[in-house]
């Protein structure tokens, strides 16, 4: 089974044409850095997104400034690029089926929208699981009291997730008995969710997968990553804790997935690794990943090049991992100092000082709790130095290790 059903033109869009402009539908901080990665190689760029001065905006050459369903934006947008991508999950998946009717698109609408809506999600990894082995969690969709009173009496504790628009573990509750899924799912105005069951979780890593219109595919080294308040804080590569057994076996999903999906550009998947060491497969992101931003300063291609080379159809780049890394995420709390009403600027001048230390920040104007505004990547001759060098940062910005 592919999603993927467009026909592929394969016609590399070389560089330094005088059409060799890319567009991308979404104007955050993984179109700038797609911006920035194609500009590099020679590439124009061309955004759509509604918001003002947005981080992808302010470095494109074209800015669209339109809603992602306005279809003489499409049209203008797909008459300016070659190829489209995508940097933003919950874009409309039919946009992207709209511009591929003008152009090449990737990753296509059909992927998009399987990693769109979790039900999907997870009915596509447990047909993959016959293959890869691996398997999504216990889980049950729930959509009214029907299946609030039919739901396994195994999937308690679990979590109630709506099956669309989720990300940052927002539109998620945790429920320990029947009564409180009655509660949680009564506070989801109707929203269609899945429970899942709640799994002792180890650790979580992500795998970083990439495949060109050729099918040919890469996947770079396993991502451990570290949430705190649903948001990632940080990714440390190579993970600390994974074993290389475990480690060959989420990479070999992860491969297998790509392919079954037909998708092409870079794709990222999440794992839960469990107490007893087996993996769990949580979901995708049919885009670059926050996960994967240490790629830029620790691997021979950063997922923003293999994305503008999968996009341009040319060869994909190596992902061979040069320098161990931590990736620091930057939220915008740091600009306010103990009661977050007084205003600061962090000491980006102390960070820069330190060896190793590479910093993004995302040109995002107004810094507000939570909000990511951009990240540091520490790399360094070994983990234990990077993670020195994490420890000192977060001294300096006062964020607690
Ligand atoms: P993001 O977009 O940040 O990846 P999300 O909102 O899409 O997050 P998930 O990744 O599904 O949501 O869940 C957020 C976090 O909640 C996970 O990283 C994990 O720590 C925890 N979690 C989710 N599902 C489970 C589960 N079944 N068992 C235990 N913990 C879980
Ligand atoms: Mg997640």
């Not at 009915?123 to 739901?151: D, K, L, M």
């Not at 909000?371 to 360094?380: D, E, L, P, S, W």
Request: net charge negative; aromatic share 6%.
């Amino acid at each position: 089974m592919t999603i993927d059903t467009q026909p592929h033109p394969r016609q590399p869009l070389l560089p330094n044409t005088d059409q060799s402009c890319l567009g991308i539908l979404g104007g955050g901080q993984l179109g700038r850095m797609f911006a920035h990665a194609a500009q590099s190689l020679g590439y124009q760029v061309a955004v759509l997104e509604p918001e003002a001065g947005c981080p992808a905006g302010q470095v494109a050459e074209h800015h669209l400034q339109a809603a992602y369903d306005n279809q003489d934006a499409l049209v203008a947008l797909s008459k300016l690029s070659r190829a489209v991508t995508t940097e933003f999950e919950n874009v409309p998946a039919d946009s992207l089926t709209m511009l591929a009717q003008h152009g090449f698109v990737a990753p296509a609408g059909g992927c998009v929208s399987v990693a769109q809506d979790r039900l999907q999600e997870k009915e596509f990894f447990t047909r993959c699981a016959a293959h890869t082995g691996v398997f999504p969690a216990p889980h049950c969709r729930i959509a009214g009291p029907a299946e609030v009173a039919s739901a396994s009496e195994n999937l308690f504790p679990g979590i109630l997730k709506t099956v669309r628009m989720g990300y940052d573990g927002k539109g998620q509750v945790r429920v320990r008995t029947r009564d409180e899924l009655a509660s949680a799912f009564a506070g989801m105005n109707g929203q269609v969710c899945v429970l899942e069951k709640m799994l002792p979780l180890a650790y979580e890593v992500s795998v970083l997968v990439a495949r060109g219109v050729d099918g040919q595919a890469v996947v770079y080294p396993i991502a451990e990553n570290v949430h705190r308040d649903g948001i990632l804080f940080t990714t440390t590569v190579p993970s600390p804790n994974l074993s290389d057994g475990v480690a060959h076996a989420a990479q070999q999903a992860a491969l297998d997935i790509i392919a079954e999906l037909g998708y092409v550009g870079v794709l990222c998947i999440e794992f839960f690794v469990l107490q007893d060491g087996s993996l769990v497969v949580n979901e995708m992101a049919p885009r670059p990943h926050n996960s994967g931003h240490y790629t830029i300063d620790a691997c021979i291609t950063s997922q923003f090049e293999q994305q503008v080379r999968a996009l341009a159809q040319l060869p994909l780049g190596e992902v061979r991992q040069h320098s161990p890394a931590v990736m620091l995420n930057i939220l915008g709390d740091i600009w306010f100092a103990g009661d977050a009403s007084t205003p600061r600027e962090p000491a980006w001048d102390q960070v820069l000082a330190l060896p190793g230390a590479h910093l993004h920040l995302y040109g995002k104007a107004e810094a507000r709790p939570a909000r990511k505004m951009g990240h540091i990547t520490f790399v360094a001759e070994t983990l234990d130095a990077a993670q020195a060098t994490l420890a000192q940062a977060c001294a300096i910005l006062g964020i607690a290790v």
